[in-house]
């Protein structure tokens, strides 16, 4: 006999999500069903309520399905063939979307998979619902963290812990890192990189609250908002040189004008944030000499691997609030609003 449990779906392109009811899911073989603790929310799902039935279509994702990929809580049941999890163990599941069988996916390159444009939350059924089903090998077994934060971790830890990574070699002795927007994932970046190098840490965002979080985590200086002068003004912070690297968490015109003009020689550029930004700057003028500009989307297994060890480690923090499952439309409300401190978590299984 089946079970019904609540979700909060994305019903048609371009509506309102609703709290519906739906049959909880089955695993397959090598499949386990997790019962959600908590699920982290995300920019990227205020995007997609904006995306057309063409666009979203051309992407693979085909509606109803449920939203949320960043998930934290307990196996309930696993399919034949799975090892190594039990009924009852804490879990978090990887947030990114792969087939592990793909050439990317053999190079350990998960978040680049051929085949991971249909994932949980993008097209097929995510987090933010009591019960959802993942792959085993995309689960990771939670030691002394709470399951009901943990999933903060898979995506905006990790996406950002990806960026931190790229860079490293960038960060010598006396030299500066900028962490453009201070939200949900540049405060951990700005963490990783206090753990991970000796730079010099600015941060820098539109929100004076998220400057204030951000030093309380390690910033070594703030810059409020983003002008024609922002650039100046970090290379003055820089003794007119320059950062070694800009981590770009906005993705708008304004960033990305003022993050390349930034670095210095030699020095990298990440765009992460997905703020559809665009730069006509002649590349002679705008890029650093020798210098690297990339971007990605998402993380790797063994990105959120290490964020998960990070954090049971105590290195870093992961500051959330909690919102039960009924209020789902009000944690929407306060992220798209920039009133959260730090993840906006939705707890599935509980209701006021």
């Known amino acids: 006999m ?23 899911p089955r695993p397959g073989p090598g499949q386990a069903l997790i019962k959600v603790g908590g699920n982290g929310l995300c920019h990227s799902d205020l995007g997609m309520l904006h995306i057309s039935r063409e666009l979203g279509e051309s992407l693979g994702w085909r509606t109803p399905f449920t939203l949320g990929h960043e998930v934290g809580g307990w196996v309930e049941e696993t399919g034949p063939g799975v090892s190594g999890l039990a009924t009852g163990d804490a879990v978090a599941v990887i947030s990114f979307s792969s087939d592990g069988t793909c050439p990317y996916c053999v190079r350990g390159m998960h978040n680049a998979c051929a085949n991971g444009g249909v994932g949980r939350g993008y097209g097929r059924d995510g987090g933010l619902a009591q019960y959802v089903v993942a792959d085993a090998r995309e689960i990771i077994k939670l030691k002394t963290l709470d399951p009901v934060s943990a999933g903060t971790l898979t995506d905006a830890g990790a996406t950002s812990y990806h960026a931190v990574k790229r860079v490293l070699p960038k960060l010598i002795p006396g030299s500066t890192a900028v962490v453009i927007g201070a939200g949900g994932l540049g405060s951990f970046a700005v963490q990783f990189l206090r753990v991970m190098s000796p730079a010099r840490v600015i941060a820098v965002d539109i929100n004076e609250d998220r400057l204030r979080f951000a030093a309380e985590l390690g910033a070594h200086e703030g810059l409020i908002g983003v002008d024609d002068n922002t650039a100046a003004e970090l290379r003055r912070l820089t003794a007119g040189e320059g950062a070694a690297a800009v981590l770009d968490f906005v993705g708008i015109d304004a960033t990305i004008g003022a993050g390349v003009a930034a670095v210095r020689k030699a020095g990298a550029y990440a765009l992460v944030g997905a703020g559809m930004g665009a730069s006509t700057q002649p590349w002679m003028r705008f890029l650093p000499a020798d210098g690297e500009v990339f971007t990605f989307q998402g993380s790797t297994i063994a990105d959120t691997q ?9 290195l870093i923090r992961n500051e959330v609030e909690l919102f039960p499952f009924n209020r789902v439309a009000e944690a929407y409300e306060k992220l798209h609003n920039g009133q959260l401190r730090g993840r906006a978590v939705v707890m599935p299984n509980i209701f006021d």
């Open 2 to 24: 089946s079970r019904l449990m609540k979700a909060y779906r994305l019903l048609a392109w371009e509506q309102t999500p609703q709290l519906v009811e739906v049959e909880v």
């Open 306 to 314: 290490e964020v998960i060890a990070l954090a049971e480690a105590g």
